[in-house]
Nanobody
Framework: VQLQASGGELVQPGGSLRLSCAAS????????MVWFRQAPGKDREFVAG????????SYSDSVKGRFTIFRDTAKNTVYLQMNTLQPEDTAVYYC??????????????????WGQGTQVTVSS
């Protein structure tokens, strides 16, 4: 499966943004899908995930209550709705997928397919 992330841009603190991850060459209902992010000088960090069967999703503590992951199977796309954005949310955001999560959802090595990343900058 190929993944194309988009939607990142400059936004003011307190603002909202929606990222998209369009999949091709595979159906997202067969994949566990996640969003990671990586800020300069930091490790890649798990943000949110949704299993192949759908459902409410899982979140890191730093974004819980502010971010929502959801999918549109008709468009074969996974989204990350980000609300109440803060400067510490500034990072390159990556979507990723795997058929089987080999260990923890929070490990980048658990995911086989990656999008190219989209830059989110939260600044006034």
């Amino acid at each position: 499966v190929q993944l194309q992330a988009s939607g990142g841009e400059l936004v003011q603190p307190g603002g909202s943004l929606r990222l998209s991850c369009a999949a091709s060459g595979g159906t997202i209902s067969r994949y566990n899908m996640v969003w990671f992010r990586q800020a300069p000088g930091k490790d890649r960090e798990f943000v949110a995930g949704i299993s192949w069967s759908g459902g409410r999703g899982s979140y890191s503590d730093s974004v819980k209550g502010r971010f929502t992951i959801f999918r549109d199977t008709a468009k074969n796309t996974v989204y990350l709705q980000m609300n109440t954005l803060q400067p510490e949310d500034t990072a390159v955001y990556y979507c990723a997928a795997t058929r089987v999560v080999r260990s923890s959802w929070s490990f980048p090595s658990s995911f086989d397919y990656w999008g190219q990343g989209t830059q989110v900058t939260v600044s006034s």
